[in-house]
């Protein structure tokens, strides 16, 4: 199973990004899906998933209203639209899949079986 995370770049704040993310070996359609981050010196943390497809996503905090998921089953892939991007929006965005099916949406890395390899997105300010 591999997930392949592509779309980070360089951007000023207020700006937008969309990462993109393609699964192979394995369909995730009863799975979870999202995006975590991870900047310098700090833990990696939740951004958004959808713990199956059409069940309803959720957001960190931090970043509704801002970034929006989006799932394309028929393509075995997940987005992360962001918008108004700011400065503490920079780190290493990675996007995951679990091997099992929840009834509620994980949000703890624990959780993901499966990883992309990051994708850096720097917002300057």
């Known amino acids: 199973v591999q997930l392949q995370a592509s779309g980070g770049g360089l951007v000023r704040a207020g700006g937008s990004l969309r990462l993109s993310c393609a699964a192979s070996?394995?369909?995730?359609?009863?799975?979870?899906m999202g995006w975590f981050r991870q900047a310098p010196g700090k833990e990696r943390e939740f951004v958004a998933a959808?713990?199956?497809?059409?069940?309803?996503?959720t957001y960190a905090d931090s970043v509704k209203g801002r970034f929006t998921l989006a799932r394309d089953n028929a393509k075995n892939a997940v987005s992360l639209q962001m918008n108004s991007l700011k400065p503490e929006d920079t780190a290493v965005y990675y996007c995951?899949?679990?091997?099992?099916?929840?009834?509620?949406?994980?949000?703890?890395?624990?959780?993901?079986?499966?990883w992309g390899q990051g994708t850096l997105v720097t917002v300057s300010s």
């Open positions: 995951a899949a679990s091997s099992m099916a929840f009834r509620y949406t994980p949000v703890s890395p624990n959780e993901y079986r499966f």
């Open positions: 070996g394995r369909t995730f359609s009863s799975q979870s």
């Open positions: 959808e713990s199956w497809s059409g069940a309803g996503t």
